[in-house]
């Protein structure tokens, strides 16, 4: 009985093991497939893979809702709640959109509000950096000629925040074809250029990185 017991435990905390690892999970800025502009100096796109608590805090577009509902200083969490995947979470003023509209139309007691609150997401700061978290970027380095720059980086993990890994910078130049545009890669990661003039860039990323 007393082996079988603990062989129970053992499970029981290698389950939960794995539930605390699952937290660990790559956030993508912007999100793959979606069509994004950058300029000169600005990252194109970036990917962390560390210890998140949720995916997006929340922005009201109107200051005035923000006075309102209290939004700064306590989390302006985005996360599911009350039956909608959609929601602010925010205590007892938590608003939820219950179509996903970028819109929050009830309190989190039902009550329907006045108007609807506007919102935009931002992806939320890693909770905790893992000794095997890293971060990778790409930054946009301007149009010479029919070429681009691309500067690509890497950083690790060190004391709870990223350090950037030198020999892990490379900046690298594509050359456009007759129509402005091309398909570069790196380490497995696609970037469609849709658009790229001295000022910025229009593109899409379409395939995460592989290595």
Aim: overall charge positive; hydrophobic content about 35%; charged content about 25%.
């Amino acid at each position: 009985m007393k082996r079988k017991l603990i062989v129970s435990i053992i499970v029981i905390f290698m389950s939960l093991g794995c539930a605390k690892r699952q937290a660990v999970r790559a956030v993508y800025t912007p999100e793959l497939q979606q069509i994004a502009t950058a300029e000169v100096g600005e990252n194109m796109f970036s990917k962390i893979y560390a210890y998140f608590q949720y995916k997006y805090t929340v922005v009201l577009l109107d200051s005035n809702d923000s006075k309102k509902y209290k939004t700064r200083g306590q989390g302006n969490r985005f996360d599911e709640l009350e039956g909608t995947k959609c929601a602010l979470y925010n205590g007892s003023l938590s608003l939820l959109d219950y179509n996903c509209d970028g819109k929050f139309t009830h309190l989190r007691n039902g009550d329907k509000l006045e108007k609807p609150v506007g919102y935009k997401l931002h992806p939320a700061p890693p909770t905790r950096i893992t000794k095997d978290s890293f971060k990778r970027t790409v930054t946009y380095q301007g149009k010479v000629g029919n070429k681009i720059k691309i500067s690509f980086q890497e950083f690790s993990a060190f004391n709870g925040s990223f350090m950037i890994r030198d020999a892990y910078t490379q900046n690298i130049e594509y050359e456009l074809d007759a129509n402005g545009q091309a398909m570069i890669g790196f380490k497995g990661l696609r970037i469609k250029v849709l658009n790229a003039t001295n000022l910025n860039i229009e593109y899409q990323v379409t395939r995460d990185f592989t290595s």
